[in-house]
């Protein structure tokens, strides 16, 4: 196996820059999730260099075929997925396969500019990377069946981001 600190990471061999694990990250409660700005990056990577976290790891072309043929990384990434889709208030339902609202959780971010539509835009970048398209694409209809109900806090430039992202 080659060297990668994020592929490590994934795998629950390493930690990150701050010796934060994947395993602690997922167990954050919502403040630390609203609040600790450094761990999104290592939760839900990207094959670009942050411009908020200079530190934040970067997926290379060998570390994202590498993902694709793990089943430990998807599985740890889908974890990731429920802990984030959690904090948002948004649930899976595993017997009609789709996301959907589960709590009033979704007011504290569906805010005008709200921080948390960046990172929507980013776990459904990092989930495409990861392979797993057809979960992005459940999440986005989520967020599309949102905007689509009158959420006028969500602005059309961060909808269309979105849905960028998992193409």
């Not at 997926?59 to 430990?72: E, H, M, P």
């Not at 689509?148 to 269309?160: A, C, M, P, T, V």
Request: some cysteine.
């Amino acid at each position: 196996m080659f060297e990668s600190k994020i592929i490590k990471f994934y795998e629950k061999c390493a930690n990150d820059n701050y010796g934060r694990s994947l395993d602690d990250m997922q167990h954050y409660n919502y403040e630390q999730l609203e609040n600790i700005h450094d761990y999104i990056q290592w939760m839900f990577p990207l094959n670009k260099k942050s411009r908020v976290n200079l530190s934040a790891p970067v997926l290379n072309d060998k570390d994202i075929l590498y993902i694709k043929d793990s089943n430990t990384i998807k599985q740890n990434m889908f974890a990731s997925v429920l802990v984030i889709t959690d904090f948002w208030g948004i649930g899976k339902e595993y017997s009609e396969n789709k996301y959907c609202i589960k709590n009033d959780r979704v007011k504290t971010w569906l805010t005008p500019m709200n921080h948390n539509f960046l990172r929507i835009s980013r776990v459904l970048k990092s989930l495409i990377l990861f392979d797993m398209k057809n979960e992005a694409e459940l999440l986005f209809k989520c967020f599309e069946d949102i905007n689509n109900n009158g959420n006028k806090e969500i602005i059309g430039e961060s909808f269309l981001h979105w849905k960028k992202a998992i193409k």
